[in-house]
Structures are given as C-alpha cells and as structure tokens.
C-alpha cells in the first residue's frame, strides 16, 4: 500500500503560482510512477503530469507543458507540482496517484490516489 497526502492548495489570482505537495508513504518508491491528474466541476479527471520516480523522467498534458512542472524530493518521499501562469481554466481539484511501474508515456492504471487538494484561480 502507498499513502499519499496532497498539500498546497488555494486561491491564486490568474496569472500566478502555487506550489502543490504529496506526500508519499508505505512503500519503497524507486519503481514508482506517481503523477497529478485534476477533476473540474462537471468534468472528467485529467492526467496533468507525471514521473518516475527513480528516473526522474517527466511527462505533461499538452495544456500544462511549459507552465507546470513536477519534480521529487527523495529524501523526503515528496512530488511537488509547481503551477505557473495559472489560467481560471486550471482550477480543480487535483490528486496525485501512484502505481508500480510502467511506460513514463503511459497516463493510466494507477492503484494509488490521494484525497485531492483544491485549487482555485480567479480571473
């Protein structure tokens, strides 16, 4: 089993920035993919980005490419989601997740979900 717990969340005005925090716990993470995918009211869940954990490798949904980036702390078994240039179109609840393995390029079939954390962005 992995925990994860997200963190981090707001009210930012458009055009601004947050930092988003999961904390991860339970398991040994090197083999891991753990990505952030967000649900609007009305909407289906979207996957965000993603890495691998022991890599480093990245992957981003072309609506966020060069404005969000997701990174790991090992040491302290965190992924981070930096939000720049944050559009109302942003606003959700986002979830990180993980799953054991798999191709960076590959958005599915995670086992692991967080609780979510809100994020809203005025216009």
């Known amino acids: 089993q992995v925990q994860l717990v997200e963190s981090g969340g707001g009210l930012v005005q458009a055009g601004g920035s947050l930092r988003l925090s999961c904390a991860a716990s339970g398991r040994t993470l090197s083999n891991y993919v753990m990505g952030w995918f967000r649900q609007a009211p009305g909407k289906e869940r979207e996957f965000v980005a993603q890495i691998f954990w022991g890599g480093g490798n990245t992957y981003y949904a072309d609506s966020v490419k060069g404005r969000f980036t997701i990174s790991r702390y090992n040491a302290r078994n965190t992924m981070y989601l930096q939000m720049n240039s944050l559009k109302p179109e942003d606003a959700a609840v986002y979830f990180c997740?993980?799953?054991?393995?798999?191709?960076?390029?590959?958005?599915?079939?995670?086992?692991?979900w967080g609780q979510g954390t809100q994020v809203t962005v005025s216009s």
């Open positions: 997740a993980a799953r054991y393995g798999g191709s960076i390029l590959n958005t599915g079939l995670y086992d692991y």
